[in-house]
């Protein structure tokens, strides 16, 4: 297992929280094996915290357990009670809890929405007693949960007593792949590359896998064979998460085979139109979906429902379910070499590619917050019309200068016949269109032949390397 990784906005912003002069109420949310506790965990250490985690138990036993752990923190009243009457009388004891310095106290309340749901009124109470006692207090009180749907429709809504009270609200999404490489010390760029495109930015998926082993070994042990803790981790989450497992298995593996049109996975799995967007809508809602729109497309066209596609956001999910869930039957009975080196070994470039994408748009990112770039873009993502499609496009406000690229995560060289197409398709498309400035980039894993570097050369292309990649952030 590895040591604590990454995570340096996410700490960043509890430290300024932490620091500031008045009582400071934070939400943490974010979907389940993100890395919300380990985060808030490594904050904490070296300082004044109180970590609470709740439990599906019933409100009594909720307010037993949370009073024990206020008490055993040596607060006047434990000389003579072991137990709160009331959580109003819990909460309110939080300034109390005795300080060492003039630092903050921490209270962290991990996985709340358990504690909310089972007694409605603790959103309440809690709001009252911030609002007439504790926000005077020096005191971090951060709220964390798993449950994004609920603290997305019910703690942060307008009608729930909380609203406006927090004083940062922060969503953790999987790590890029800056942090998630810092798991691997001992790998190259590429193995890297591949072990971020299987695994995503899940820091408990990346600490399954070893450095001091091969790619092969691990993808071999800790996710095909039969025992390992990621064999059965999506099955598991599904049917923890929502009713009709198996319907959402057969949508999941219909996006993760490259249907991903609202159409394409209607047609596939014949699941009634009005139905199906309702599970579209869960799985988005979980963080295992997402829908996206061509990068320039304007809100109103977002409107038409044909105009978008739906990708799996959770790269392991899209792995699992590409090469597991199809092999169930020969894995079960421990036919793991072959499934790798017969199914998984041949498609890993091609099934890489997507993710690769994404890698190289979070590689423009980092150029572009130091303005390394021929201008400052404020939009980027992929781009299709029709028959064309282009990986990554990035604009500026005014769409006047346009940064168009092409990636290649491939064994061989690109040619100049691939830039060729590059710029044909360029032309044909966006300059046309739009009449705006259009710098032309290509990524390719492998380099370039050498005609294809005097066709860049002539055309003014800027062509980006494997390597680049592990240096540019």
């Known amino acids: 297992m590895n040591d604590f990784q990454g995570r340096k906005s996410e700490l960043d912003f509890l430290e300024e929280k932490y620091n500031s002069q008045d009582g400071q109420l934070v939400i943490i949310y974010g979907r389940r094996r993100i890395g919300k506790t380990e985060t808030i965990s490594h904050f904490c250490k070296g300082k004044n915290a109180v970590f609470y985690t709740c439990t599906q138990t019933e409100d009594i036993n909720q307010l037993k357990n949370f009073s024990t752990k206020l008490l055993s923190f040596n607060l006047p009243q434990s000389k003579y009670i072991t137990e709160f009457n009331s959580w109003e009388q819990a909460f309110l004891a ?43 207090q020096k005191v971090l009180l951060i709220l964390c949960g798993s449950a994004m749907s609920y603290i997305e429709k019910e703690i942060l809504s307008e009608k729930n007593p909380l609203y406006g009270r927090a004083s940062g609200i922060y969503k953790m999404l999987p790590m890029p792949f800056s942090d998630s490489s810092l798991f691997f010390p001992n790998w190259n760029t590429k193995d890297k590359v591949i072990a971020h ?7 408990y998926y990346l600490s399954q896998f070893d450095s001091q082993k091969s790619l092969k070994e691990n993808i071999c042990s800790n996710i095909l064979k039969k025992g390992s803790i990621l064999y059965s981790e999506p099955e598991f989450l599904m049917r923890q998460e929502l009713r009709e497992p198996a319907t959402y298995n057969t949508i999941i593996q219909t996006i993760a085979m490259g249907r991903t049109s609202f159409n394409d996975i209607q047609q596939a799995t014949l699941i009634e139109k009005g139905k199906l967007s309702v599970y579209l809508k869960n799985l988005i809602e979980l963080g295992l979906l997402s829908r996206e729109f ?25 792995f699992w379910y590409r090469f597991v869930f199809p092999n169930y039957s020969s894995l079960e009975f421990g036919d793991w070499e072959n499934i790798y080196d017969l199914i998984v070994a041949p498609k890993l470039n091609e099934f890489v590619s997507f993710p690769f994408e994404d890698i190289c748009i979070e590689w423009l990112r980092a150029k572009n917050k130091k303005r390394e770039l021929p201008f400052i873009f404020t939009k980027i993502g992929r781009w299709w019309d029709k028959d064309v499609e282009i990986d990554i496009i990035a604009s500026n406000e005014e769409k006047s ?3 168009s690229a092409e990636c290649k995560f491939h064994n061989s060289a690109v040619n100049d016949a691939d830039l060729q197409k590059h710029l044909s398709k360029n032309l044909s498309s966006l300059k046309k269109k739009d009449n ?33 990649l592990g240096e540019g952030f």
């Open 197 to 203: 495109s299987i695994l995503g930015g899940i820091p």
């Open 436 to 468: 705006a400035i259009v710098h032309l980039w290509y990524f390719s894993w492998n380099g370039y032949t050498p005609k294809a570097r005097e066709f860049a050369a002539t055309n003014n292309m800027t062509l980006i390397e494997g390597k680049d």
């Open 401 to 403: 200068e346009i940064l």
């Open 94 to 136: 939080i300034k109390d809890i005795p300080s060492a310095d003039e630092k903050k106290q921490i209270i962290v309340i991990d996985e709340f929405p358990y504690m909310a749901k089972e007694n409605p009124e603790i959103p309440s109470i809690l709001q009252k007693l911030w609002d007439t006692e504790l926000k005077k």
């Open 294 to 318: 061509p990068v320039l497309t304007t809100e109103k066209e977002k409107q038409n429902a044909q105009r978008g596609i739906y990708k799996l956001h959770d790269l392991f999910f899209r």
